[in-house]
């Protein structure tokens, strides 16, 4: 008998700080739902202050649409790199446009368990921005410290597989750890075991609203 719980949302939003942040923790998810939900995916900061990282923006255009996300429905701000902490308000203003103007039923951030200060700053300005919505938390391996995921999401091989050419797309990172398709494989292999499926993306739970029907 299966006894996974259902949930789902009509229109779903991935919020990061960087970009690849939302596909390091996030990919395989949006793969598996982005024909049948109305996916919005929205990096804070473009990262064009680092030289170095000049194709990044693009990269991020040419990741989503491995998972299926088309560019109307990736939104790119302007906030400056490792400066969120200062710009809290305004991230919040930008956060309650963004509910105002998207409605979504569930909302994916950053999890509390993440050190990076422009990470924690979306976490805790979502948390304030979007009350009254479910908030899950995913995973950005670099920067985590005690994450352990309390909500398992099953997804198949294929949207393992599209997770992986979704990253490759980033050329800038291609030599960091944390884009090691093995790394990244394993991961869901892990998450896919704590749920007793052969893959999952894990996430932690922030708020969860809902209504029990015996039924």
């Known amino acids: 008998m299966n006894t996974d719980m259902k ?19 996030c990919g395989a998810l949006i793969a598996h739902i982005s024909k049948t939900s109305e996916v919005l995916c929205v990096t804070l900061s473009d990262n064009q202050k680092n030289p170095l990282l000049t194709k990044v923006v693009d990269e991020l255009y040419a990741s989503m649409a491995v998972l299926g996300v088309a560019k109307d429905h990736v939104v790119v701000g302007e906030f400056e790199t490792r400066r969120f902490p200062y710009s809290r ?54 920067s985590s410290y005690g994450f352990f995921p309390n909500f398992l999401v099953e997804v198949t091989v294929e949207d393992v597989e599209r997770k992986l050419e979704a990253l490759s797309q ?32 894990g996430f932690d739970i ?5 209504s029990f029907d015996s039924i």
């Open 206 to 210: 922030l708020r969860i609203i809902g």
């Open 7 to 25: 949930f789902f949302g009509r229109k779903v939003c991935f919020i990061g700080a960087h970009p690849d942040d939302i596909e390091l923790g």
């Open 89 to 142: 308000q305004e991230i919040l203003e930008y956060l309650i446009q963004l509910k105002q103007d998207f409605h979504p039923d569930v909302v994916f951030v950053h999890t509390k368990a993440d050190l990076h200060q422009d990470h924690g700053t979306v976490t805790e300005e979502s948390l304030r921005a979007f009350r009254g919505i479910s908030v899950l938390g995913f995973d950005v391996l670099r």
């Open 170 to 201: 980033y050329r800038t990172y291609k030599d960091k750890y944390y884009f090691n398709p093995e790394v990244t494989r394993a991961t869901m292999i892990r998450h896919g075991a704590l749920a007793e499926r052969p893959y999952a993306e």
